[in-house]
């Protein structure tokens, strides 16, 4: 039973509790007039929630990318305020849905080649703030990579020697490390992995005794937010004919 209080000329009231631990509460009022009629309230559940909300997570999202608005998803408590920062700037708020899960679109254009440090805070329904997520940390990037082909075989002619053996295919590329270089040729496609700005690829002896005439090579290759080189193609000789036979005619002398 709490204290009475006294409705004002419109009947408005106040009443101050005191403390109550972190819990659902129940309240009725009764009110009475100066007859001595009570009239009993519905019930009203006050929750105090005091506890500090989970760290939300940032999960989803490129992060390499050549949006410069991207989105990031992530999880908080269900019904949480999320607020995303940009380093130390915090952007707009967005709310978890029942299940905890939140989408965040950024709203300015980011710079291109920029990398941009995300974190995320959650305030649940009760006031109580979390602490802010490990940071997510997103490039965009919207530059063509560049990719080479070296001189195949030294010179780009293959001779009968050199068609009888193994080849290898090799260039640049300024995709990152780990992207993938697609080599095709004689309607075949090789693979390799971007290393240290250089890639290779082996051919057998049986894929090399099949080349013949002139051969295009063509190379591709994306880097990790998606921008594909331009393709570049070198073309080989292939020369397996040894010369007509060499005979000495003649011998003359001084």
């Known amino acids: 039973v709490g204290s009475a209080v006294t409705a004002d000329g419109n009947g408005d009231w106040t009443y101050a509790s005191g403390t109550y631990a972190a819990a659902s509460h129940t309240f009725t009022a009764v009110a009475t007039d100066a007859s001595g009629n009570a009239t009993s309230s519905a019930d009203y559940v006050v929750t105090v929630d005091t506890g500090t909300p989970g760290t939300p997570v940032i999960s989803g999202g490129a992060k390499d990318t050549t949006d410069t608005k991207p989105t990031i998803t992530g999880t908080a408590e269900a019904g949480s305020s999320v607020v995303v920062s940009l380093g130390a700037a915090a952007q707009t708020a967005v709310t978890a849905d029942s299940s905890g899960n939140w989408s965040y679109t950024h709203g300015s254009a980011l710079a291109d080649g920029s990398s941009n440090s ?24 919207s530059t063509k990579p560049v990719v080479t082909i070296d001189d195949i075989a030294g010179d780009n002619k293959l001779n009968a020697s050199e068609a009888a053996g193994p080849l290898v295919v090799s260039g640049t590329t300024t995709a990152e ?78």
């Open 118 to 141: 995300f974190t995320a805070v959650s305030t649940d329904t009760a006031g109580n703030e979390s602490s802010a997520s490990s940071a997510y940390v997103v490039k965009v990037d």
């Open 177 to 254: 490390d780990g992207q993938i270089v697609t080599l095709t040729a004689n309607d075949k496609t090789f693979s390799a992995l971007a290393n240290g700005g250089k890639w290779s690829v082996g051919l057998s002896s049986k894929e090399v005794g099949t080349l013949t005439g002139t051969e295009a090579f063509k190379a591709d290759v994306s880097d990790k937010a998606g921008n594909a080189a331009v393709q570049v193609t070198k073309n080989l000789d292939v020369d397996k004919t040894a010369p007509a036979n060499v005979a000495i005619t003649a011998i003359s002398t001084d």
